[in-house]
């Protein structure tokens, strides 16, 4: 199999995690890869903890298991990282994007061992400013896309107005907001 990106993504119930990760996985589709994206669930409530993965490759891929030793991890909610071992199997060559208001100098300390690469980017302000309400999947996926390069910055851009149009066609305000704060996520991420 040519190159292959795993992605791996942490965040609670109610974030978006799942929805960004089918997002990129569907944006992936449409530039003419082959992908996967698919949750894994504890208790299916608000707040608990989630997992969601990517496969993203130019061949078609033949593996069907979680991801264990991703290439990338997405935190979309920082308190997971003192609960949940979010770099378990992340490859030395890896990066890790938190979504915070702190440096990644202040993260990596958090991360104890982690030698790796850390991004941060802090998905709450973007989405507080574009939305007027708390949704940090759309700034994390944003910035997912400037770290990892799987898809041109502004094929990514029209894909996601195209997604949005389809998903908020009454709601022409939620399109714009949520398209500002894609862009502003691949535009302030830190690293």
């Known amino acids: 199999m040519g190159k292959m990106i795993e992605i791996r993504w942490h965040g609670r119930g109610g974030q978006g995690a799942k929805t960004a990760s089918l997002l990129l996985a569907e944006a992936a589709f449409n530039t003419g890869k082959y992908v996967q ?3 894994e669930y ?11 993965y990517n496969r993203i490759s130019d061949e078609k891929i033949t593996i069907h298991s979680n991801i264990y030793e991703p290439d990338y991890v997405v935190v979309v909610d920082e308190t997971l990282i003192g609960s949940v071992d979010v770099t378990k199997g992340l490859k030395k060559d890896g990066a890790i994007i938190v979504n915070t208001s702190k440096s990644p100098e202040e993260v990596k ?13 802090d998905a709450r302000k973007i989405s507080m400013e574009c939305l007027g309400k708390y949704f940090p999947n759309i700034p994390v996926l944003g910035a997912v896309i400037k770290v990892t390069g799987i898809i041109p910055e502004e ?7 195209g997604s949005l149009k389809h998903k908020f066609a009454t709601k022409p305000d939620v399109i714009e907001g949520n398209l500002k704060a894609f862009v502003r996520g ?4 830190q690293g």
């Open 37 to 39: 994206g698919f949750p």
């Open 155 to 161: 094929e990514a851009i029209k894909d996601m107005e």
């Open 109 to 121: 300390k958090m991360l104890g061992s982690f030698d790796g690469k850390v991004y941060t980017i």
């Open 42 to 52: 504890g208790p299916e409530r608000m707040g608990a903890p989630i997992t969601a």
């Open 186 to 189: 691949m535009q302030e991420v």
